[in-house]
Structure formats: structure tokens, C-alpha cells
């Protein structure tokens, strides 16, 4: 029943390479978000960007958006051991209510 | 407080056991979100409170969850009589306002049936 899906499942890079991590979803939406999450950790939130939005970046984050397609991508550049860790893209629909429905997840593992 | 807080976090219970696990979201928060995670997957939307106004909870799975935040502040999550199926993490998240922002979580409560 969840709304987004994220491929790849599993990314593994060498320390210092980027990693890309793409998200589709279903429906119109308000604004997309990304969280990241560590092993048997909560979510933290990581960026968000609107639907008028194309492109946003954050430090080594460059997230991208095309409502055309319904899709998002994440960059992180020149990562790091640190960056290992679960990502999740997350979706606020323009309708009904404001809750957040999260994708299946990629799962990052950045070798040192 | 600093963030969301939630406890218990770790809960095992029998099956058939009640259980009821306690979100403090962050000051001043007006929406409240429940989610539950199982292993290697994503958050899974449960219900969304705007203060004590339980506006959503088509994601509770049976009528044995139960949620209420009735002044508005701390929530509660109950499952009765839980079974095997119902392991997993839940998850609680505050945010200011309706969605236009981002969402807090807290560390969850790893929940095991056995």
C-alpha cells in the first residue's frame, strides 16, 4: 500500500564515489521529501522540495523532481562511511490528508 | 522537549497480550503521525492527528489498534490482543504544521510478539 518505490533496493560504493537513489510515486503531490535512516534508528529528514521545484541542493545532497514522470532523484556526492545508512523518499499528496507516504527504501552501504 | 520521544523502546508481549506505546511529540507540534515499519521495509502510514482530532486512520490494519491524543499533546497507540504479525517497529512523528514541512520521528518502539 505504499505509495512510492525506490530503485535501487541496494547500492554499494567505494568512499568518495556518489551514489544516485531514484523514487516514482503515484499521485499529485504537494511536496517530496527525503529522509535518512540509520540501522534500528528513526528517520531523520534530510531535504524537501516542492512540486514547483526541479532541483534543490543541500551541502552534498542534490535532489531532483519531474511531476511529468513522478519521479525524484537523490544525489550525495564525494561520500563518506558516515553516509551508510537507509534512504527514503516521501510523498505529501495535494489531496485528502497531510500524511507522509514513505517508499521502499534504498539501502546504502559506502565502503571505507 | 529537544524531539519526539517514545517509549517504551523495546516491548515484547504474548500473543493475546494488550500493549500500549506512548509518542511525546516536540512542543507546540500540531500534527502527529503513527507508522509501523517491518524489517527491510518502509514506514507504513497508520493514522495523523491535527491536535486531539484524529483526522485519518485508514492505515490502522484491524480494529484491534487503537490511537488518541486527547489533549492534544502525547499520544497513545494501543493493539489488543496482539499477534505474531503485528512485530514490527512503530514509529511516531510530530511536525509544526500540515505537512509543508518536515516531519520529526522519534526513535521508535521495537514491538516482538512472540
Known amino acids: 500500500s505504499q505509495q512510492g518505490e525506490e530503485d535501487p533496493q541496494a547500492l554499494s560504493i567505494q568512499e568518495g564515489e556518489n551514489a544516485t537513489m531514484n523514487c516514482s510515486y503515484k499521485?499529485?503531490?504537494?511536496?517530496l521529501q527525503w529522509y535518512r535512516q540509520n540501522s534500528g534508528r528513526g528517520l531523520v529528514h534530510l531535504i524537501l522540495i516542492r512540486s514547483n521545484e526541479r532541483e534543490k541542493h543541500s551541502g552534498r545532497l542534490r535532489v531532483t523532481l519531474d511531476t511529468s514522470k513522478k519521479s525524484s532523484s537523490l544525489l550525495i556526492t564525494a561520500s563518506r562511511a558516515a553516509d551508510t545508512a537507509s534512504y527514503f523518499c516521501a510523498t505529501v499528496s495535494t489531496s485528502g490528508t497531510y500524511k507522509y507516504i514513505f517508499g521502499t527504501g534504498t539501502r546504502l552501504k559506502v565502503l571505507a | 522537549g529537544a524531539g519526539v520521544s517514545q517509549s517504551p523502546r523495546y516491548k515484547v508481549a504474548k500473543r493475546g497480550q494488550d500493549v500500549a506505546l506512548r509518542c511525546d511529540p516536540i512542543?507546540?507540534?500540531?500534527?502527529l503521525f503513527w507508522y509501523q515499519q517491518a524489517l527491510g521495509q518502509g514506514p507504513e502510514f497508520l493514522t495523523y492527528?491535527?491536535?486531539?482530532?484524529?483526522?485519518?486512520k485508514s492505515g490502522l490494519p484491524s480494529d484491534r489498534f487503537f490511537a488518541e491524543r486527547p489533549e492534544g499533546s502525547v499520544s497513545t497507540l494501543k493493539i489488543q490482543r496482539t499477534q505474531q504479525e503485528d512485530s514490527a517497529v512503530y514509529l511516531c512523528a510530530s511536525s509544526p504544521l500540515q505537512g509543508s514541512t518536515e516531519a520529526f520521528f522519534g526513535q521508535g518502539t521495537r514491538l516482538t510478539v512472540v
Open positions: 499521485t499529485s503531490i504537494n511536496n
Open positions: 492527528f491535527q491536535n486531539e482530532a484524529q483526522l485519518d
Open positions: 512542543s507546540g507540534h500540531v500534527s
